[in-house]
């Protein structure tokens, strides 16, 4: 039977609350928070000039108007600070920006999406060293170089497959988190990966159901699109 577990796992808003407002935005953010989420996640990328972005895709979206489809690592920051990308004219905030709205009890976990950008990361959450944080990123290289240029940053490695040893991928990225998708996780991995002193962050994990169950087998955080759903289920 699998082991039981008491201990409510941390809920971690999946790019803010994206059903209510346009992902990875200020306003998804702090939505999040008034919702009862432990952390965010996001996703970042650069631009021309070196200014860390938060947005998922390498491109801007159609909202954009005239710059839809144009690549932020082509564009400065001051082309795109007024650029709309949400149906209700949200901005695309900087990395900076979002960190700046941070609550201290709030961990910001931030998913490295473009290559050669961890030192920009770096940078831009060193001028911020009263936020709680942490990187994580698929590619379990980012990861390890983070580690090796900050060990006090906590980083973590993305899977959407089941590895057949997880925790030698943890050690070798000098990964804490190890964030499997909802799919692939069982009391063994779980067991696996806390006997190698790492945490299990499950995403993204929007079913009540399916959460209860990661819950009970000690699972240490859901990613979701719905923090303020699973806050209820999971308390009740």
């Excluded at 201290?104 to 976990?109: E, F, G, K, Y």
């Excluded at 169950?213 to 699972?219: F, H």
Aim: net charge negative; hydrophobic share 45%; glycine share 8%.
């Amino acid at each position: 039977m699998p082991a039981q577990c008491n201990t409510r796992p941390s809920l971690i808003a999946h790019r803010g609350m994206p059903r209510r407002h346009r992902e990875n935005t200020l306003p998804g953010f702090l939505a999040a928070t008034a919702a009862g989420a432990d952390g965010w996640e996001l996703d970042v990328h650069m631009t021309r000039d070196g200014v860390v972005v938060v947005h998922h895709d390498p491109v801007l979206p159609a909202a954009a108007g005239a710059l839809a489809g144009a690549a932020i690592a082509d564009r400065d920051w001051c082309d795109l600070t007024d650029v709309s990308v949400g149906a209700a004219g949200e901005r695309m905030p900087s990395l900076d920006e979002v960190l700046r709205s941070a609550a201290p009890t709030i961990r910001v976990h931030v998913e490295v999406k473009a290559r050669g950008i961890e030192s920009a990361v770096l940078h831009c959450l060193a001028r911020h060293p009263g936020v709680l944080i942490a990187v994580h990123s698929f590619d379990h290289r980012v990861a390890r170089r983070i580690h090796d240029a900050n060990p006090q940053v906590p980083v973590g490695i993305l899977v959407d497959s089941y590895l057949l040893d997880a925790p030698h991928a943890l050690r070798g990225a000098g990964a804490r988190d190890y964030w499997p998708h909802r799919e692939m996780v069982d009391e063994a991995l779980v067991t696996s990966i806390h006997d190698a002193g790492g945490r299990v962050i499950v995403w993204t994990v929007n079913d009540m159901t399916q959460a209860a169950a990661l819950a009970r087998i000690g699972v240490d955080a859901l990613c979701s699109d719905v923090v303020d759903e699973l806050r209820t289920s999971l308390e009740h």
